[in-house]
């Protein structure tokens, strides 16, 4: 069965506000359930560093956040939900990734850009106010990315150029170094509209225009009431477009409830009725997750203690692969067969492995000679580690490997078999000739 790789992290720079819910937290949980379908969600702490140097703010945003994904439904048992910085191998990740992005590609990136662009309108020094961290946050979320292989990031249009660069990451080192990253798509849900806030531009918290989703009924109410509306009067037919409050309305009801309102707007309901009507449709869907919020919330360690186990479930992805790329670029113990001549010569001489993954999440490797042609190809094995050592087997024993082996390796002709074999002797000799 092939399973596709979801993934998605939020910044844990704020409280999340229904804009949140609407347009990240409600899909993701919704498809975090369906089948065939393995998710991973975490909570970008790295990522708040960037924008954030209040220590106590990225601490209540983690939990608040991870309060917010749990009591809308995301079951942890289920899915991979963990924090990032928990992951030591993301960070060192990052590393190897920017050693292989150009910092020109970096130069164009949105957020950076904008930046540059603002300072050089205001005839400030063009980096004026940057950190290399904003500088590298492509680079970051990149590593966030491959680190698991993920197949499908769900994401704002204004991610989009991330995931691009994301997977021009993965091209480039694989072309160095061989097959192992899988390039990422960015998922784009068109029907999930960004949500307008309190003053109708959209909800966000630069603008300071938020509804936090968990506030208590009567804070909901208040804020509710704060939307901002047109001067007419009770039994003056009503825009639907334009109108911040519909449009949040929409996002909560059904097809019908919503056709209901359109009509009441055109009877001329009071704002005030239609506010009361809102208030009490978004506490529908909120109320039943309060309570389990408000819980975690006092339960800060429940809470802990979820995302630790959820680090090492991403763990025990995340460090076998990162020893796998650690040796792929020659981060590698001395004990054993230390090769004299580069890599890269031997390539251009010798044939070579390839390691790689594919989609159905299996680990493959394949000897290519130096014209590209594939002269053994294995089948899937479960881990890295597996397809290793097979390969280690192949290099030591030559032709009887190939024979002992022959059940993880699919058949590619006798051609290719006797080349394979002088392949491995010529291989087995350049390594003992050192
Ligand atoms: N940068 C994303 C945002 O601001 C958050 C994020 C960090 C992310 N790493 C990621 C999203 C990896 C998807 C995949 O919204």
């Known amino acids: 069965m092939s399973t596709v790789r979801f993934l998605t992290g939020i910044t844990t720079s704020g ?11 409600r899909p993701a949980v919704r498809a975090s359930l369906t089948p065939g379908v393995e998710s991973f969600y975490f909570l970008a702490d790295y990522h708040a560093l960037i924008k954030i140097d209040e220590p106590a703010r990225i601490q209540r945003s983690t939990l608040e956040i991870a309060a917010s994904w749990l009591a809308a439904g995301l079951d942890p048992s289920h899915v991979t939900f963990y924090r990032q ?42 980096d004026a106010d940057v950190t290399a961290g904003l500088f590298m946050y492509p680079v970051l979320m990149g590593a966030d990315i491959l680190m698991f292989n993920a197949h499908k990031v769900p994401v704002g249009r204004d991610q989009i150029q991330h995931i691009e660069m994301a997977r021009d990451m993965a091209a480039s080192f694989n072309h160095r170094y061989g097959e192992h990253f899988v390039p990422p798509q960015a998922e784009i849900e068109e029907s999930v509209a960004t949500l307008p806030g309190l003053d109708g531009r959209k909800m966000s918290k630069s603008y300071d225009n ?9 804070q909901l109410k208040k804020l509710i009431a704060g939307i901002k509306t047109d001067s007419r009067a009770p039994g003056e037919p009503k825009d639907t477009e334009g109108s911040a409050l519909f449009q949040i309305y929409q996002a909560f009801a059904s097809e019908e409830e919503t056709a209901t309102l359109r009509q009441a707007y055109a009877r001329g309901i009071a704002w005030g009725d239609a506010k009361a009507l809102l208030f009490e449709r978004i506490d529908q869907e909120i109320a039943p997750m309060r309570a389990a919020y408000e819980d975690y919330m006092a339960h800060p360690e429940k809470v802990e203690a979820l995302l630790l186990a959820g680090a090492k479930k991403a763990r025990a992805i995340a460090t076998p692969f990162m020893a796998q790329l650690r040796s792929a670029v020659g981060l590698r113990g001395l004990g054993s067969a230390v090769q004299t001549k580069s890599d890269k010569s031997s390539k251009a001489t010798l044939a070579a492995f390839k390691q790689y993954r594919e989609k159905d999440g299996l680990f493959y490797f394949k ?20 397809a290793g050592q ?13 024979a002992a082996l022959q059940a993880q390796l699919e058949t590619l002709g006798s051609e290719a078999q006797t080349r394979a074999v002088q392949a491995l002797t010529a291989l087995a000799e350049a390594t003992d000739a050192k």
């Not at 938020?210 to 009567?218: A, H, K, N, V």
């Not at 097979?390 to 190939?402: F, K, N, P, T, V």
């Open 367 to 386: 000897l290519v000679d130096t014209a590209g042609a594939v002269l053994l190809q294995s089948k899937g094995f479960e881990s890295p580690k597996v």
């Open 15 to 25: 409280t999340p506000h229904l804009g949140n819910y609407v347009g990240s937290i």
């Open 390 to 402: 097979a390969i280690a087997q192949l290099q030591r024993e030559g032709a009887a490997g190939i």
């Open 210 to 218: 938020t509804i936090p989703l968990f506030s208590s009924r009567e």
């Open 85 to 126: 910085s928990d992951v030591p191998e993301i960070p060192e990740l990052t590393w190897f990734l920017t050693c292989v992005t150009g910092k020109g590609v970096l130069n164009r990136a949105h957020a950076y850009k904008a930046s540059v662009d603002k300072n050089t309108a205001a005839g400030v020094d063009p």
